[in-house]
């Protein structure tokens, strides 16, 4: 049966004192086993998984990285590489007490060329950083996501994140144009291209987006930034229902169009409650947060007021919003981007992140409700709807195994039932691992296990994530 719980240990070595000696020559003060410092960063950011290492490794290089794989390959120690711990499917803490690689201090910038706009940096960099750095130069990252405080880039492309505005710029599977990995023998696998064309042969790099660092060590990253958009609007509005509305929208914005992003009320309702925030609007059932970004403000504008107009009129809108200014726009984008904050305040939270048709999708936050009742606390709509990705989120006051017990695998098969995918954005990581065949074949998920025991035979390299207990 299907489980997110931990498989038993694997038979890998355990670090005794001469391994930490062989750490500590290499990383002079990089090499952390005090208790307190390893506390953070061996729970997931949910605290919902914990693990028990005794060592954390702060490399800053590329040459340090292979030198520790390789010894660990060596050794048979297992490694959970690890950026800015903001992973939702406990992927990024160890299981046990696998090694934890942090790229904490690999946050150099490397070249950036604004004719191009190719950016090249280490794999730590925190994308708000990188944003910032960006900004001044009159570009932005291609992705932006509520953890960008903390999480970094090395982390979002091992964990392919979409984001708030993969409707404008695309996925990172078409925006990462190289990669440096460490594979888990030590050896540097430079794709580090800066082309936007380029076919020789296959595409690597596609190997290790999304993989969860399950097949190897991201180390630096480039990637296309688009020019920083002159005129950015944010319209915040309330409705009865969002699929009629989203379809004007395409129609009517087209090109300028940046984000069509999602809440239902009772998120509303957790961002008043535990954060204090307030609703800028009356009470809707759903709200949306539509984004413009373009070069010449007074078409926007015509754009956009032209939109809200006809939305209004024909009552598709009920109330709206609409920020030009900087601050109101970030006050306006908290109510979408803090949504996660306020769950984690309500309790124990059961996440969901499903795609399936933009006019299917909140039937499943629906049909939830009508079937755990009273048992759930709070069951939750919002996400990148205009992508076809609902973030499906179930709280109760503490950990409820009857709770769920009903909504799993249920949630899974309503999913599978209609073509979805159990995990749109997040990964599967040691949480969704098994519940992999409800989107995936047997022959797929046969050749990723043959994948990862060419690139990691030992298999080293985040052990019990990803990959289903019966492949590896
Ligand atoms: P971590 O959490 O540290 O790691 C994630 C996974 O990548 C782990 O499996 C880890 O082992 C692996 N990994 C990390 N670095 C490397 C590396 N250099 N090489 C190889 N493997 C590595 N996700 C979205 O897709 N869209 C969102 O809108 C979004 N919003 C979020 C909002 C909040 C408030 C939070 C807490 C999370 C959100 N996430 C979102 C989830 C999360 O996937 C992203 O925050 C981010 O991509 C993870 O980056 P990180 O550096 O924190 O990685
Ligand atoms: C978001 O879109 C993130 O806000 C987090 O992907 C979703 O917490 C979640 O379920
Ligand atoms: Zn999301």
Redesign the pocket.
């Known amino acids: 049966e299907a489980s997110s719980a931990a498989p038993p240990r694997r038979p890998f070595s355990q670090v005794t004192p001469a391994d930490l000696d062989f750490f500590r020559q290499l990383l002079p003060g990089r090499a952390i086993t005090d208790p307190d410092v390893l506390e953070s960063s061996n729970v997931?950011?949910?605290k919902s998984v914990k693990g028990n290492s005794e060592v954390l490794l702060r490399p800053k290089t590329t040459d340090e990285v292979s030198r520790i794989l390789s010894y660990c390959n060596q050794r048979n120690l297992a490694v959970?590489?690890?950026?800015?711990?903001?992973?939702?499917?406990g992927?990024?803490v160890p299981v046990f007490d696998e090694i934890i690689l942090s790229?904490a201090l690999?946050n150099q910038i490397l070249t950036f060329d604004s004719i191009s706009g190719i950016l090249t940096c280490q794999?730590?960099c925190v994308l708000e950083s990188l944003s910032q750095y960006l900004e001044e130069q009159d570009f932005i990252m291609p992705l932006d996501?509520?953890?960008k405080g903390?999480?970094?880039?090395?982390?979002?492309?091992?964990?392919?994140?979409?984001?708030?505005r993969l409707l404008r710029y695309g996925s990172l599977r078409g925006t990462v144009l190289g990669l440096e990995?460490v594979l888990a023998d030590g050896r540097v696998l430079n794709c580090l291209a800066t082309l936007r064309k380029d076919n020789t042969g296959y595409d690597l790099k596609q190997l290790?987006i999304g993989?969860?660092?399950?097949l190897?060590?991201?180390?630096a990253v480039s990637i296309l930034c688009p020019r920083k958009p002159k005129s950015v609007n944010v319209a915040f509005l309330g409705m009865l229902q969002y699929f009629l509305t989203f379809q004007a929208c395409r129609g009517m914005l087209g090109e300028i169009l940046s984000a069509f992003e999602f809440l239902d009320a009772s998120c509303m309702n957790l961002l008043e409650k535990h954060l204090k925030l307030t609703n800028p609007i009356t009470e809707s059932p759903f709200y949306i947060v539509i984004e413009t970004a373009g070069s010449n403000a007074a078409h926007d504008e015509e754009k956009l007021h032209n939109f809200l107009e006809k939305v209004m009129t024909s009552s598709l809108v009920t109330d709206g919003t609409v920020a030009t200014e900087e601050a109101k726009i970030k006050a306006l984008w908290s109510m979408r981007?803090?949504i996660?904050?306020a769950l984690r305040h309500d309790g124990y939270t059961y996440k969901y992140d499903i795609s399936l048709s933009v006019e299917k999708i909140y039937d499943l936050v629906t049909h939830m409700r009508e079937r755990l009742g009273d048992r759930a606390q709070n069951v939750v709509g919002y996400g990148?709807i205009g992508d076809g990705n609902l973030h499906l989120n179930i709280t109760s006051p503490s950990k409820d195994p009857a709770l769920l017990a009903a909504i799993e695998p249920y949630v899974y098969e309503w999913t599978s039932q209609y073509q979805g995918s159990i995990s749109a954005?997040?990964?599967l990581?040691l949480k969704k691992r098994n519940y992999i065949y409800y989107s995936k074949t047997p022959e797929a998920v046969t050749l990723m296990g043959n994948i990862k025991a060419m690139l990691d035979p030992k298999g080293i390299l985040?052990p019990y994530?990803?990959l289903p207990d019966d492949i590896c």
């Open positions: 997931d950011w949910l959970s590489p690890q950026g800015g711990n903001t992973g939702l499917v992927g990024s790229t690999m794999a730590g996501l509520g953890a903390s999480c970094h880039i090395g982390g979002n492309v091992s964990t392919n994140a979409g984001g708030l990995v290790f993989s969860e660092g399950t190897g060590v991201i180390t981007e803090r996660t904050e990148h954005e997040h990964g990581g985040n994530k990803t």
